[in-house]
């Protein structure tokens, strides 16, 4: 199983600062991606390959440091820790617009069941969508 992913830039040990992504200083600077079992990194804009205790840092404050400093942030175990967070996070976000969608097809639904109910049984609008409402949240869980 093979798979590359954003390699987080580590909590520099001057500052304290760290982001979720880091960046290859190259002609073009590209996005580093890693690969936690073959510890190997990349640039996505020059296609430069190294193992990833190899990494240098160069924080935002000056600070460089070396992946060594942050071995421990950068373990498999570490790395795989947070592609696990940003599946769950993206699996959470997936879930959450599928409710939405679900809510707003299903007060769609009612607006045209209430107009249809209203104009058969003569009474308005509002009125029949408001007896719907009331029956459903009286009896929703």
């Known amino acids: 199983m093979s798979e590359w992913m954003p390699l987080p830039f580590p909590k520099c040990p001057r500052c304290q600062k760290s982001w979720v992504k880091s960046y290859h200083c190259c002609l073009v ?9 073959q510890r190997q990194a990349k640039c996505c804009s020059c296609s430069e390959q190294w ?7 160069n924080c935002s404050c000056g ?3 070396s992946a060594s400093e942050v071995e421990n942030a950068l373990s498999t175990t570490q790395l795989l820790k ?3 967070i940003q599946k769950l996070n993206e699996m959470d976000s997936f879930e959450r617009s599928i ?4 809510q707003s097809s299903f007060k769609q639904w009612i607006g045209s069941i209430s107009y249809e109910i209203g104009r058969l049984l003569g009474t308005t609008v509002s009125q029949a969508k408001q007896l ?3 029956f459903f949240e009286k009896w929703s869980f």
């Open 29 to 37: 600077p590209g996005e580093v991606l890693v690969e936690p079992y």
């Open 51 to 57: 193992y990833v205790l190899n990494t240098s840092f």
């Open 63 to 65: 600070y460089t440091f």
């Open 82 to 84: 947070q592609r696990l």
């Open 99 to 102: 409710t939405t969608k679900s």
């Open 132 to 134: 719907i409402d009331n």
